[in-house]
Structure formats: structure tokens, C-alpha cells
């Protein structure tokens, strides 16, 4: 049963009363919105963006190393000296990601985290395909088909209500993308192993900032740290998990590898090994404090939620209205994943959650990444006060 309250919540003195909900038309919406970003856009140049769990900017690191990978430009594959070159260049960016994930099995180079994906739930040596309700609509659109697990008490993925797991791959999702909320996989690898089946944990939103998950098979994507949009990578213990598809990657993916993109992603989670965040964080943690005495509450189900990624509701503004004020002010924020977030319907993931609706329609995610400094949170905090 998932959780009834799933937000811990301060109620505003004076409650509902002190607060008036206007309902206007759309050319009146549409007017209100021309007179904000009139009188309160924000250059892009002194704007604050955190939305990080969308997709990060690309950190310095990576762009070098990328202009250095486009300057070797041949194909891996090929048999002549410049392909030679191309292929050592490449096996030292395969190096150097299992180095800085500390990742003792294998990698092989995706274009995305939807395709390594698909790669892992398509292609594992299995009869059956189990996926947790909270996962990534990515996870869906590979396994149609998959037996769902939904989540109990403070949202973990309830396995009791899966007999046996032999021949099978179940997907957890090891941060959540929406909430934040870290699924305890250290807790149910021993039930999931015990019957024969093999785990694969979608690690988008924590590789690097959080130490990989004891999994069978795991997924990390670039641009959510740092990295180039369009590579990724499937980590898998041994290659004799997975049946291969031909090709590249030694077999298990087709399609010439992305060299540049796979040499930007080591940059970046190389750069992500020696930096510190407790500055940062400890930002954050003032920001939760403004949202609480604000008569806001955070949305994380009572479980333990990465530092990085947030979802906060607004006492009263729905979150749409909330985003466009918060855009105006210069902040970037999002109502949920990107994928999902252009629908005005309630998130899947919330409800899968257990978050009510009204809730639901009011909350905003926050997420934070490898430029955001503790000034950027203070000034975010001070916005959510003015909104409130």
C-alpha cells in the first residue's frame, strides 16, 4: 500500500482563508504572461538554473575533451592505423569511467540511457521482465510488457508481491527522477538473487554523486552530470548476461560509438570525483527549512531522498503557474521529468506515490548539479518566500 501522506507539511497561520484563487481566461493568461516577462525576465547571463535532473550544462572537462576526440576522427573499428588510434582513445574513456564509478565489470557505449535500456531489458538471458511503478517512462517504452511492482511504505518497491524471481531481470530505479527518493537496493539484492533473477538499476540521476549500487547491470547517462547529451553507457558484470545484437561494443550494441561523447563523459565524472559539495548541500537543507515555515511541504514519501533532487509543493499556486513566475524571476525549475513535464496530467510517478492530487498539481522539482553554487539556493529560497 503506498503511503497515505506522502509529504511532511507546515501549515501558513491563518490557513486557506489568507489566500484568493483567480481563474481568468486564456488571452487574459496570455497577457499576464507577456506583462512578467516584460518586467521580470532575468538575462540568460545572470539567470539560475536548477534542473539539473533534465540535463546538465556541459562542464568545462567534458568540451576539452570532446575537442580533443573530435581531432581523432576516424572509426574505432576500423583496421589502419588512424582506426587504431580511435579505438585506444576510446578503450581509455571505457577505463577511466570504470575507474571514476569504481565499476570492476564491463561498459559498453550507448547513445542514451534509453537505449542502454533497452539494450539491458531486451537482451538479458531472461524469461521474464519485472520493473518497479516509479520507474522512468524510458523503462515502460522498452518493456511494454514487464510485470509491474508497486511501491509500499515510505515508497520502496514492494517485492513481496512477486513470487520468485527466476529468470528475470526486475528494473529498479536507484534515484528517483521526480521525487528524489533512493530506493534501498543494498536491501533487496539478497531477495532478488536468491531466486536466480538479476537486478538492473537505472542510475541516470546518481551516478557520481551517489557510490553505484551493488547491481548485476546499471545504467548512467552523461549530460545528467556534466557530460555531452547523446552517449550514455550500459555497466554490466559480465558480458555473459546479455544475448548480443551484432555489431559494435564487442557485439552487444550496433552503431559506430560516439568518441567524443564517450571521451566528454569520462572528463566529466572525472572532475566529479574531486569535487567537494557539502557547501551546497548544506544550502539546500536552508532552502528545505524556507519551504517548510513558508506553509510549503516536501514531497518525498517519508524515504531517504538524494541531495540533489527535490520535489517542494507550493502552499496554493498550482505548479504551472509557479514555474512561469519562477521563469520570470530568472530561475529555471521543472514539474517533473522532462520527458513528461509538457502534459498538464498528473504525473504517473506521483500517483504511483501515493501523492493526492491536489498535491500533486502544486509541486515542483528542484535539482541541483555541478555549477550550483550556495548563493544561487539563498537567492531561490528568497524567491520562494516572496511566492509564498
Not at 184 to 194: K, M, N, S, T
Not at 353 to 369: E, P
Amino acid at each position: 500500500m503506498a503511503c497515505a501522506v506522502p509529504v511532511r507539511c507546515f501549515e501558513r497561520a491563518g490557513g486557506a482563508s489568507c489566500f484568493a484563487v483567480y481563474i481568468v481566461s486564456l488571452p487574459i493568461f496570455a497577457i499576464i504572461i507577456r506583462r512578467l516577462r516584460q518586467n521580470g525576465n532575468t538575462p540568460i547571463s545572470d539567470r539560475i538554473y536548477l534542473d539539473h535532473a533534465a540535463t546538465s550544462p556541459l562542464r568545462p572537462e567534458a568540451r576539452a575533451a570532446m575537442e580533443e576526440g573530435f581531432a581523432i576522427w576516424a572509426n574505432p573499428s576500423s583496421p589502419h592505423a588512424e582506426g587504431r588510434k580511435a579505438k585506444q582513445a576510446l578503450e581509455d574513456a571505457r577505463e577511466r569511467v570504470k575507474k571514476a564509478l569504481g565499476w570492476d565489470g564491463e561498459v559498453i557505449f550507448t547513445s542514451g540511457a534509453s537505449e542502454a535500456l533497452w539494450i539491458a531489458l531486451n537482451r538479458a538471458k531472461v524469461d521474464r521482465r519485472i520493473v518497479s511503478a516509479v520507474e522512468h517512462d524510458a523503462v515502460f517504452r522498452a518493456a511494454p510488457d514487464a510485470e509491474v511492482v508497486p511501491v509500499g511504505a515510505n515508497g520502496t518497491s514492494d517485492l513481496s508481491r512477486i513470487s520468485g524471481f527466476d529468470r528475470s531481470v526486475v528494473a529498479i530505479q536507484h534515484v528517483n527522477s521526480e521525487v528524489g527518493l533512493i530506493q534501498p537496493v543494498a536491501d533487496l539484492v539478497p531477495e532478488i538473487h536468491a531466486t536466480g533473477g538479476l537486478l538492473l538499476c537505472d542510475c541516470s540521476q546518481s551516478a557520481a554523486k551517489h557510490a553505484l549500487p551493488d547491481a548485476d547491470m546499471a545504467v548512467i547517462s552523461a549530460h545528467k552530470f556534466g557530460g555531452p547529451i547523446g552517449v550514455a553507457a550500459l555497466l554490466v558484470k559480465n558480458y555473459n548476461l546479455l544475448d548480443p545484437i551484432g555489431g559494435h561494443e564487442r557485439g552487444y550494441r550496433q552503431g559506430t560509438e560516439n568518441l567524443p561523447g564517450a571521451m566528454g563523459m569520462a572528463a566529466a565524472l572525472d572532475a566529479w570525483t574531486r569535487q567537494p559539495f557539502d557547501l551546497v548541500e548544506e544550502a539546500f537543507d536552508r532552502v528545505h527549512d524556507e519551504v517548510f515555515t513558508s506553509g510549503g511541504r516536501i514531497v518525498d514519501c517519508g524515504g531517504n531522498v538524494s541531495s540533489f533532487i527535490h520535489a517542494f509543493a507550493h502552499p496554493i499556486m498550482k505548479a504551472q503557474a509557479l514555474l512561469i513566475r519562477l521563469d520570470a524571476m530568472g530561475f529555471a525549475v521543472s514539474a517533473g521529468s522532462a520527458c513528461s513535464s509538457g502534459t498538464l496530467k498528473k504525473s504517473r510517478v506521483l500517483d504511483a506515490f501515493g501523492v493526492d492530487d491536489d498535491t500533486a498539481s502544486r509541486t515542483i522539482r528542484v535539482s541541483i548539479g555541478w555549477n550550483t553554487t550556495p548563493e544561487e539556493l539563498e537567492r531561490f529560497a528568497e524567491a520562494w518566500r516572496k511566492l509564498t
